[in-house]
């Protein structure tokens, strides 16, 4: 089983994208959400991060990781550097919601690896709307 | 510079000169945030230097500047929340290790130019995209032709380093953000002078205002070259 971390500058959206995504497969176990700074503003807090990856990682073979702009970006590059041993956890570099839905969706496939999550969330950059 | 005792007190001195200047500047840099960014870069920066000095006082008293250099790293990572902790403890951290030997002209160099790398790795930001790139990326390479090339001394190089910041940083204001916040804003984010550019100057400043405390040189210079180069570089020897 593949986890999938959503990281936003705000908790709120964080928690509301992950409760979208878990429309798709996934649970509380493989699914988490971490947004907002250390002081709980807007922003995004790297050992919330941490945290996030290391509960994944016991649940889950691997962790894509779904991440809005900036320092969410910078913040979990940082936490995914900081890991001790050789998890796999890779960023995929994709809309935060609809790469999130995507994601959900293949990491319920028996075969799906962090390879094959991360491929399909990124295929959500080409989803037009109109 | 002297022993490991002096090295010690002069890095405490200045992680606390730079924690009380982000503190007297917070709003100066929250203001300069609102106008471009997200109005956080004061808060955020205040808040990780708070924990800077919280940690430091914590620490051993036989805690060497490497040890020291990353906890300051570390706790910026943690606790500033914005890009500025990845940016720059992110890059402090890796850069601490050039110090394991302690402070010397050599280390500092080998510090600051791993700082840059790191930073323009993590922030994937140019000279030009109005970002803290453009004060740091002069100040890196200023300071280490004055010391590697110029054979200056190393507060003098330093003065020198600060005086690039500055031009970098006043470079920052016609031009157009295309990374960070303020790129969202295209056009209108010229004619305003960056905040992450300005903290860095800050940093640098109070680097040299307590390398001044502890080493010998003169710090009126400025970064333009005072001579004009020959025109024919040495030949390299053959070997």
Same mark, same amino acid.
């Given at each position: 089983m593949i986890g999938l971390l959503i990281v936003s500058h705000s908790g709120q959206a964080a928690a509301g994208i992950r409760e979208i995504a878990m429309e798709m497969g996934g649970d509380e176990e493989t699914i988490a959400a971490v947004g907002g700074d250390p002081d709980g503003g807007i922003g995004t807090s790297i050992d919330d991060i941490q945290a996030a990856l290391s509960d994944l990682l016991e649940a889950t073979d691997g962790v894509v990781v779904l991440v809005?702009?900036?320092?969410?970006?910078?913040?979990?590059?940082?936490?995914i550097e900081m890991l001790e041993g050789d998890e796999e956890v890779v960023i995929a570099d994709a809309p935060v919601v609809e790469g999130a839905l995507n994601a959900a969706a293949s990491a319920t496939s028996p075969k799906a690896t962090v390879e094959s999550v991360r491929e399909s969330a990124e295929e959500a950059r080409d989803i037009s709307k109109l | 510079m002297g022993d490991e005792t002096r090295q010690r007190e002069a890095l405490l001195e200045a992680i606390e000169n730079i924690a009380d200047?982000?503190?007297?500047?917070k709003k100066h840099l929250t203001d300069l945030d609102s106008a471009i960014g997200d109005a956080d870069h004061g808060a955020n920066l205040n808040r990780g230097?708070?924990?800077? /000095?919280?940690? *430091?006082?914590? /620490?051993?008293?036989? +805690?060497?500047? @490497?040890?020291i250099t990353k906890t300051v790293g570390m706790t910026l990572v943690s606790e500033v929340g914005g890009a500025a902790g990845p940016l720059y403890g992110g890059s402090t951290m890796t850069a601490s290790t050039e110090l394991a030997d302690g402070i010397t002209a050599e280390s500092s160099? #080998?510090? +600051?130019? +791993?700082?840059?790398?790191?930073? @323009?790795?993590?922030?994937?930001?140019?000279?030009?995209?109005?970002? /803290? *790139?453009? #004060?740091?990326t002069p100040a890196v390479h200023t300071y280490k032709k004055s010391i590697e090339q110029d054979d200056l001394p190393p507060l003098e190089a330093l003065a020198k380093a600060v005086d690039a910041a500055e031009r970098g940083v006043e470079f920052t204001v016609p031009i157009r953000a295309s990374k960070g916040r303020a790129s969202f804003l295209g056009w209108r984010s010229t004619g305003h002078q960056d905040p992450g550019a300005t903290s860095t100057l800050f940093i640098l400043e109070e680097i040299l205002k307590t390398a001044e405390q502890y080493l010998e040189g003169d710090t009126d210079v400025d970064a333009t070259s005072p001579t004009i180069p020959d025109e024919e570089p040495d030949e390299l020897e053959e070997e």
């Open positions: 809005d702009l900036g320092s969410a970006v910078m913040n979990a590059e940082t936490a | 200047r982000i503190d007297n500047e230097f708070k924990a800077v /000095m919280e940690k *430091i006082k914590d /620490m051993d008293d036989d +805690a060497d500047v @490497q040890e160099v #080998a510090f +600051a130019e +791993a700082f840059l790398e790191k930073l @323009q790795d993590r922030g994937d930001a140019r000279v030009g995209d109005k970002t /803290m *790139i453009d #004060a740091i």
